[in-house]
């Protein structure tokens, strides 16, 4: 497991002790086609399926991102953690190491996944019940109105959607938010790893992603009315965060870089405008 901590600034903390804090926790996984899941799955059904079926998928990375957001849009960048197959027990610990993280989360965190209930949640479903663990509280509740409070686990990509027929991609919401697209060229087209060097690289993935999926969390919470969230300013902060305390191989240390000097030149373009709404 790869994990950082970052203490929050305490003069922060004192000025803003009395404002209420949301505690979120960004979290998302890997997964590959198990062939042997896959082809009894075909010999029980006398037929050939392709794709292969959401049940035939095994996990082999995860990571989690925890968030604090105070009542005034103060953001606060707690911890980054992942998990890869080689390095932490097989899929067990993966999974294991991912659910101690989310019990381990204050009373009322709201769990993140963007596509989460389509695919993260039912994949984590199914390797709990293999491995006999215990889901966290947070995937056992039920889901619950997305228009309400942050609920214990939140599928971002659903609550953007709402009753309408159209799903966004992530990708597609953060360009808008000015993300560059080469930063999120290869987002989807992550294989599993062939070589021990493209485990790193998988591990900075994984993170990567649950990064972003706070940057348009935060996005999200401004459009719903909360004080104090400038998208881009959240977003620059957040990927200068894990920059310094994220696992980033070579490639992302180089296209995260250019993302945040994109990011900070669309700021300086809107400074007077923000000066004027302050």
């Known amino acids: 497991m790869k994990t950082f901590n970052t203490l929050a600034n305490t003069t922060a903390n ?17 997964t590959h086609w198990d062939e042997m899941l896959h082809d009894n799955y ?25 968030l604090a957001l105070a009542g005034d849009g103060a953001i606060t960048c707690e911890r980054i953690a992942s998990w890869t197959l080689p390095h932490d027990g097989g899929e067990k610990g993966v999974v294991e190491g991912l ?16 596509g989460s209930i389509a695919m993260d949640v039912p994949v984590l479903k199914l390797a709990a019940m293999e491995y006999g ?19 214990p686990h939140l599928d971002l990509g659903l609550a953007i959607k709402g009753k309408s027929k159209t799903w ?23 294989g599993y790893p062939q070589a021990p060097d493209g485990w790193a690289e998988l591990r900075s993935h994984v993170e990567l992603d649950t990064v ?62 923000l000066a004027d709404a302050a």
């Not at 000025?15 to 505690?23: C, G, P, S």
């Not at 075909?42 to 925890?66: L, V």
């Not at 990927?239 to 995260?256: D, I, K, P, Y």
Request: with cysteine.
């Open 42 to 66: 075909c010999f029980i059904q006398h037929s050939e399926s392709w794709p292969p079926r959401i049940g035939a998928r095994r996990i082999h990375a995860a990571a989690a991102f925890d």
């Open 99 to 114: 659910f101690t993280h989310m019990r381990a989360r204050p009373e009322g965190t709201c769990m993140v996944g963007y």
């Open 168 to 190: 966004h991609h992530l990708t597609e919401i953060l360009v808008r938010l000015g993300i560059q697209a080469n930063l999120l060229r290869d987002k989807a087209k992550v």
């Open 212 to 273: 972003l999926t706070a940057a348009a969390t935060m996005a999200w919470a401004r459009s719903q009315g909360h004080a104090g969230i400038d998208p881009a300013t959240a977003s620059h902060a957040l990927l200068q965060w894990w920059s310094r305390h994220g696992a980033l191989s070579a490639r992302f240390v180089e296209r995260v870089g250019l993302a945040s000097g994109a990011l900070w030149r669309r700021i300086g373009r809107k400074a007077p405008a």
């Open 14 to 30: 004192a000025a803003h002790a009395d404002l209420a804090i949301q505690h979120f926790t960004f979290f998302d996984i890997e």
């Open 133 to 151: 663990l215990v889901l966290p509280d947070q995937l056992i509740a039920s889901a619950g109105d997305w228009k309400a409070a942050w609920r």
